[in-house]
């Protein structure tokens, strides 16, 4: 008799035990395999299938030049989306940023909404336009935007365009050029259907920073006002304004100064909060750059699908909705 100590188990339990470990175990590795086959089957099949359909990148003409008399400065990279259509497609001429002294269409900060553009069916015209350094100072740097449009409009059999439904994209810097262009006397008589300002600069007497001061001076009054879109309110086109509530470059007060304005006017305006976006978030891959591309290309489908009529034009659910977002 034993006191204290477990009986030893059967051994026929034993065996038996050690035989269903086994049996699970030939089924486990067996399970494996059938699993590891399958995931390469699968991608056998995704390989096959990639290879054999045909996917056409976009037709891009680098390096066009826009105004020949100034071809170092006044080029821009045509892309031309791959649709399989006859029609003419809308097109977006953008405009780069970097504070009217740096940048260039091949930065990268534009890269993100180029490419939004043209896989939803737009043709875009990104060009580079004279910097201060390059006898770019306000207005060469607007003839130089304004003369990409007049290129883009008069050549636009050659590139797939509809003349009559181009629009102006900018990023900061650009923005403000964008929206100068846009809000010029009988744009919109042209074909020029919209424009889309980021994080743009409105009301140059409001800003203080070096950057505004320095080619805008305070003491040069009627500059500031010739140069501020929110002076030429009047002659505004549909716009969208894009802006980070928390930019510390250009304050997100500029673009709500000139959505209210263009409100009173009756001017078509949409204005997309980006709530504690920044300067800079259009340009940084991540959700408040998907966003935002996501809106403006829902924007400018807009345009070609309705008729805006500015007399009777009230602000949209989206503009009241992002003003009380905002704050």
């Not at 080029?75 to 399989?84: E, F, K, L, M, W």
């Not at 909404?113 to 740097?141: C, M, W």
């Not at 304050?251 to 204005?271: D, G």
Request: overall charge neutral; glycine content about 6%; some cysteine.
């Amino acid at each position: 008799m034993n006191h204290g100590r477990c009986p030893r188990p059967n051994s026929r339990l034993k065996f038996a035990w050690k035989d269903i470990s086994k049996a699970f175990g030939r089924v486990s590795k067996i399970a494996k395999c059938i699993l590891a086959g399958m995931i390469l089957s699968l991608a056998l099949w995704i390989n096959t299938y990639l290879t054999n359909t045909s996917v056409v990148p976009p037709s891009v003409s680098y390096d066009v030049v826009y105004n020949p008399s100034l071809a170092q400065y006044c080029v821009g990279d045509i892309y031309q989306p791959s649709h399989a259509s006859n029609s003419l497609s809308p097109a977006v001429v953008v405009v780069h940023g970097g504070g009217w002294e740096a940048g260039s269409k091949s930065d990268g900060s534009t890269g993100a909404i180029v490419t939004k553009l043209v896989e939803s069916g737009f043709v875009v015209f990104n060009i580079n336009y004279r910097l201060q350094s390059e006898d770019g100072a306000f207005p060469h740097n607007l003839n130089d935007v304004n003369q990409a449009v007049d290129f883009l409009m008069e050549n636009a059999s050659t590139y797939g365009v509809n003349p009559k439904n181009v629009a102006l994209l900018g990023i900061s810097a650009g923005a403000h050029l964008a929206l100068l262009a846009a809000y010029s006397e009988n744009r919109s008589e042209k074909g020029l259907r919209a424009v889309v300002a980021i994080a743009p600069a409105t009301d140059l007497s409001k800003l203080k920073s070096e950057m505004i001061l320095k080619y805008f001076p305070a003491s040069d009054s009627n500059r500031q006002k010739l140069a501020s879109p929110l002076e030429h309110a009047n002659s505004a086109i549909s716009t969208l304004l894009v802006h980070g509530t928390s930019d510390l470059v250009v304050p997100f007060e500029q673009s709500e100064l000139l959505a209210a304005a263009l409100t009173r006017l009756k001017k078509p305006v949409e204005l997309f909060a980006m709530k504690r976006g920044d300067h800079n978030f259009i340009s940084s891959p991540g959700r408040e750059q998907d966003e935002a591309n996501i809106e403006i290309v829902r924007f400018l489908r807009m345009q070609d699908s309705k008729t805006l009529s500015q007399a009777n034009w009230q602000p949209s659910e989206l503009y009241l909705q992002t003003l009380k977002f905002a704050h």
